[in-house]
T-cell receptor, first 114, second 111 residues
């Protein structure tokens, strides 16, 4: 049972480049989400999904897109990377559509935008 | 919006001693609270959670205490071990709203 798998683990981009951070879970979780973690700040929610075909914005959605075509996958797209998007990104999932449930996190993607 | 904070950014304890990590929350409607442990270079790992209808919950070597009157929760780690060295986050949620995470306390265990 792999849990929540994120790829890549590290990425360096130039300003203006686009990329997709991959997230997959094998626990049949309905709820999936993306967070960013910056020094001195708590985890901040970017986007989330309560099921396939359903996505919504979190606290800091600007500059990011998501889609949820399957239960297992929830990719995060950066359309035009900016230095302000330099951060560590975590994908998380939970069993139910109820938001206040135990979240399982991936191991993170460290992104640097030059 | 909700704010969740931790009283101390760092905490150093001797191996074998008990550790207490504190957290304050601001939203009196918060009804779910959770603690995570994050080791360097890894994602947060669930430690223990508690709902607002409880004051205390125990796990393996960990206890979470919730004081709704002063909007405070704490994580107690018994017989702290070197493997407990990590950053510990609290988070809280109110109803259907998203979890709000604290900034974290770095726990260092002195051998």
């Amino acid at each position: 049972n792999a849990g929540v798998t994120q790829t890549p683990k590290f990425q360096v981009l130039k300003t203006g480049q686009s990329m997709t951070l991959q997230c997959a879970q094998d626990m049949n979780h309905e709820y999936m989400s993306w967070y960013r973690q910056d020094p001195g700040m708590g985890l901040r929610l970017i986007h989330y999904s309560v099921g396939a075909g359903i996505t919504d914005q979190g606290e800091v959605p600007n500059g990011y897109n998501v889609s949820r075509s399957t239960t297992e996958d929830f990719p995060l797209r950066l359309l035009s990377a900016a230095p302000s998007q330099t951060s560590v990104y975590f994908c998380a999932s939970s069993y139910s559509q109820g938001i206040n449930e135990k979240l399982f996190f991936g191991s993170g993607t460290q992104l640097s935008v030059l | 919006g909700e704010s969740v904070g931790l009283h101390l950014p760092t905490l150093s304890v001797q191996e074998g001693d008990n550790s207490i990590i504190n957290c304050a929350y601001s939203n009196s409607a918060s009804d779910y609270f959770i603690w995570y442990k994050q080791e360097s270079g890894k994602g947060p790992q669930f430690i223990i959670d508690i709902r607002s209808n409880m004051d205390k919950r125990q796990g393996q070597r960990v206890t979470v205490l919730l004081n709704k009157t002063v909007k405070h929760l704490s994580l107690q780690i018994a017989a702290t071990q070197p493997g407990d060295s990590a950053v510990y986050f609290c988070a809280s949620g109110a109803g259907s709203y998203q979890l709000t995470f604290g900034k974290g306390t770095k726990l260092s265990v002195i051998p």
